[in-house]
């Protein structure tokens, strides 16, 4: 490793000499990659690596005439797909014979949409410039963004030079890498066929299966824009700051779909960490244990119940954080005394 | 597997194992697929985490050479995938041989064989038999802290899994952007493939959730 640097968040990218990041803060080096992501295109092989798990994947993403198109193929297992044309996201699972089709997923970029605030980011980041290295046949800036607690993880990001699309992250605690994902070949800038985002499997047969059945066909239905307006209010009236850094990010509050189940969905961010939390009105059953934990991947849950209320913490952070984010929201809930009511099933 | 494999597998990895031990461990790994998967697994989380990118690219001509490995020349294989961190090979490899070389090949081989290679009749998703525990291979970076690979639940600590869950799970990351830290759709792509429960639920209390 080469010239490593720790400056505050909030002081920055002169570290960063290149033409291309001619920015001069966090704000700016982390939508500039957000920009990449969406906008540019191109096509490659990655490998993500969680858990103890890696599974490869060939990426093609463009953004021509305004449309987001992207298809994810997994090399591995059976060969799933991910399709996105615009804001339609399609999961096929050749397996099991099964489609998913969610246009409630797709137009998401979660570092395009969050809270970010300099002056926030610094109390909880620092960002380390720290030379370059080679990703991909690529030129590669190296940054690390430090956390100066232990309620968020650590990112180290590998920006490709010319276009500051990531080719390598890094999820790391304070030991460990606790999920990796890298380019192992890519090709930027390519103009990509329509072909490129096409399935390559024969879906014909497949069970289709759509989210939110809560609202027909069309998720924006009435029915789920009462319930979006009406959890709006009851967020709105949340204080903003809940602690440790992480914000309630309001205007992502939305309905969803959790197993037949609608819930409310909100998002707490502290500027580069995100972390949702899922309300449902859900009765107590007999195998109900009161709290538990668990694990997916590089992402931690932790549910509690509150009455009848049933509080889902999911995020990529240390499951403390979780466990005190699920204690914020079950105070907002206690306090009304009038718990935001999931839709009936 | 027990404690003693997985630190002799450990030790196999990091080229510590004695040979004798190491013979034994490959005829081990000979007859067991399990064991073979799981070498597999902390093999390449090891080469990975050291920028070996060559043996985890699965690349379409990388698959065919490593079938034709497996039918019986395994040497293009083990040489497309040195690469310049790789130029003095692990001394079990040269020791063992021909032999363990093929073995080895075929370990490498075995998760990155597309479809078919995966027991039928699981289903993912909705699986519900114990997790395999996560490997803990000690890797080498450039960077001052040894990193491990994550440990994550050790089976003692394992209460059940509960596949509603993962329905959670999936609704944060689709919230994601692909390719980000937090890989939301690879995420997504990567968890409908990963072999073992979804979702591991774990005691609020297991100290070593707070590991992570």
Redesign the interface.
Known sequence: MNDVVRVPLTALLWLVSAAAVAQSSANELLASIAEALEQASYEGTLIRAADGEIVTMHVAHSAADGVVREKLVSMDGEGSEILRNGDELICLLPKRKVKLVDISLASSNAFASLPVVVDELGKFYDLEAQGTERIAGRVARKFFIRPRDAFRFGHRLWVDDETLLPLRMQLVNRRNIVEETRFVEVTIGVDLPASAFTSDIDSSEFRVIRAAPDSGDDPRSAQLQLANQRDSANVESWPPESSRGFRLHTTQSQRVTINGRSAQKLVFSDGIATVSVFITTQPAGEDDVGSKVSRMGAASSYQVRIGEQLLTVVGEVPVETLKMLAEHAAKQISARQQPVRGEPD | MNDQIKEQLSAFIDDELPREEAQLLVRRLAADPQLRAQAE??W??GR??RGE?AA????RDLRAQIMGAIDGDPTPVVEDRTTANDAEPNRWLKMLGGGAIAAAVAVLAL??L??GT?PDGV???TATQTA?Q??QAT?QT??P??????R??TDAGL?SA?P??????L?????????????????????????GD???????S?PQ????
Not at chain 2, 145 to 150: G, L, R
Not at chain 2, 164 to 169: D, N
Not at chain 2, 209 to 212: F, H, L, P, R, S
């Open positions: 697994k902390m390449a989380v990975l985490m990118y985890l690219s699965a690349s998760n990155l597309p479809q995966q289903d993912q998703l395999v996560a490997p890797v450039a960077e802290v040894e990193y491990t690979v994550p994550t639940v209460v509960d509603e869950l993962a329905a959670y799970f609704r944060h990351s689709a919230g994601l952007p692909s390719l980000t830290p937090g890989s939301g759709r690879a995420r997504m792509l990567s968890d409908t493939v990963s072999p979804p979702v591991k639920v774990i005691p609020a297991n959730v707070d590991d992570q």
